[in-house]
C-alpha cells in the first residue's frame, strides 16, 4: 500500500521554473516505479515523465523532454519533478502515481497509486 500526496504546485509566468515534489508513505515505496501525469480540463489524463524502481532509468514525454527532469530520493521517500521553461500549455493538474509495471510506464491504467494532484498555472 501506498499514499502519494504532491505539492509545489503554483502560478508561475511563461518561461519560469516550478519543482514539484511527491511525498510516499509506505514500507515498499522502493519497489515502484513513479511516474507524472498531468491532466487539463476536457482533456485525456497525459503521461509526463516516469522514473524506475531504482532511479537508473527516466522517461519523458516528447513534449517536456529537454525542459523537465525526474528524480527520487528512496530514503526520503520523495519523488520530483523540476520543470523549468514553462509554457502556457503546460497548465494542468499534475498527479504522481506508482506501479510496479515499468514496460508500460507511459499508460496510466499501469498506475496503482495516485495523489490528489497539484495545479500548475503558467501565464503567457
Known amino acids: 500500500q501506498v499514499r502519494l500526496v504532491e505539492s509545489g504546485g503554483g502560478l508561475v509566468q511563461a518561461g519560469g521554473s516550478l519543482r514539484l515534489s511527491c511525498a510516499a508513505s509506505g514500507r515498499t515505496f522502493n519497489s515502484y516505479a513513479m511516474g507524472w501525469f498531468r491532466q487539463a480540463p476536457g482533456k485525456e489524463r497525459e503521461f509526463v515523465s516516469a522514473i524506475s524502481w531504482d532511479g537508473r532509468s527516466t522517461r519523458y514525454a516528447d513534449s517536456v523532454k529537454g525542459r523537465f527532469t525526474i528524480s527520487r530520493d528512496n530514503a526520503k521517500n520523495t519523488v520530483s519533478l523540476q520543470m523549468n521553461s514553462l509554457k502556457p500549455e503546460d497548465t494542468s493538474l499534475y498527479y504522481c502515481?506508482?506501479?510496479?509495471?515499468?514496460?508500460?510506464?507511459?499508460?496510466?491504467?499501469?498506475?496503482?497509486?495516485w495523489g490528489q494532484g497539484t495545479q500548475v498555472t503558467v501565464s503567457s
Open positions: 502515481a506508482a506501479t510496479l509495471r515499468w514496460a508500460v510506464y507511459s499508460s496510466y491504467v499501469a498506475y496503482d497509486y
